[in-house]
């Protein structure tokens, strides 16, 4: 990985060694399709798609995305920062995601295989809305 973030989602998925390359644009892909309306680009290391602004009980506020794509050394995370009925989408769809390693808002994955990416659209979809009414999670 560089150094400095790449500017451009199509720079970052360039810069992805072999074989983990192929993996995220296929996750990309897919969330794109199933969320054409939302704005993607590079948060630092991560393609957000759409953004939603959120603000603590503290005071402290900022933006964020619902939807977050990123490399890491050992796997790939897929976050779903929303929540529905007082719990994280991720954790409420554990199961159906496949052989996955969750937390919280974060899904967690070695190869495409175990990833369920129809379960991937739906849950895309799910947490587009849920950002437009303010259930999220960070």
Not at 128 to 138: D, E, R, T, Y
Request: glycine share 8%; charged share 25%.
């Amino acid at each position: 990985m560089p150094d400095a973030a790449p500017q451009a989602v199509d720079d970052y998925l360039a810069s992805l060694p072999d074989g983990r390359r192929e993996i995220v644009t296929r996750v990309h892909e897919v969330v794109t399709e199933a969320v054409p309306d939302l704005d993607v680009r590079m948060w630092k290391t991560f393609i957000g798609y759409g953004t939603y602004h959120y603000r603590y009980a503290s005071g402290r506020e900022g933006e964020w995305f619902p939807i977050g794509l990123t490399n890491n050394k050992s796997y790939v995370s897929l976050y779903f920062c929303a929540a529905e009925d007082g719990e994280y989408l991720a954790e409420k769809n554990e199961e159906r995601l496949g052989k996955v390693s969750v937390g919280k808002s974060c899904v967690r994955f070695r190869k495409l295989d175990d990833l369920n990416l129809d379960v991937v659209a739906e849950l895309a979809q799910r947490a587009a809305v849920l950002s437009g009414s303010g259930q999220f999670a960070m």
